[in-house]
């Protein structure tokens, strides 16, 4: 299993960025995948995930209305596409694979290297 984020940097704030993931060595849509975040000194958070085949998708509430999360299963790919960007979005992202089809209510098993995102003026 390998996942392989890109599209991180810095923007000013109210900026955009999409973040992508590159998931391989597994049956790409058995698992939901998500996007976490640390920002230094704080705990990691789930920012958002997605299902395997209905792409039903979570957010936590920082980042509803700015952030979309999406997949293609054809490319085995995952977005993060993050709108209004703030300072406090600052963080390194992570994509992760969870261990089943859903969401809510499982562990994350695979994780990428993860890529840097600053917000700031």
């Known amino acids: 299993v390998q996942l392989v984020e890109s599209g991180g940097g810095s923007v000013q704030p109210g900026g955009s960025l999409r973040l992508s993931c590159a998931a391989s060595g597994f049956p790409f849509t058995n698992h939901a995948m998500a996007w976490f975040r640390q920002a230094p000194g704080k705990e990691r958070e789930e920012v958002s995930c997605?299902?395997?085949?209905?792409?039903?998708?979570l957010y936590t509430d920082s980042v509803k209305g700015r952030f979309t999360i999406s997949r293609d299963n054809a490319k085995n790919m995952v977005y993060l596409q993050m709108d209004s960007l703030k300072p406090e979005d600052t963080a390194i992202y992570y994509c992760?694979?969870?261990?089943?089809?859903?969401?809510?209510?499982?562990?994350?098993?695979?994780w990428g290297q993860g890529t840097q995102v600053t917000v700031s003026s």
């Open positions: 997605v299902t395997g085949t209905d792409s039903s998708t």
């Open positions: 992760a694979r969870s261990d089943s089809y859903y969401c809510e209510e499982v562990a994350y098993d695979y």
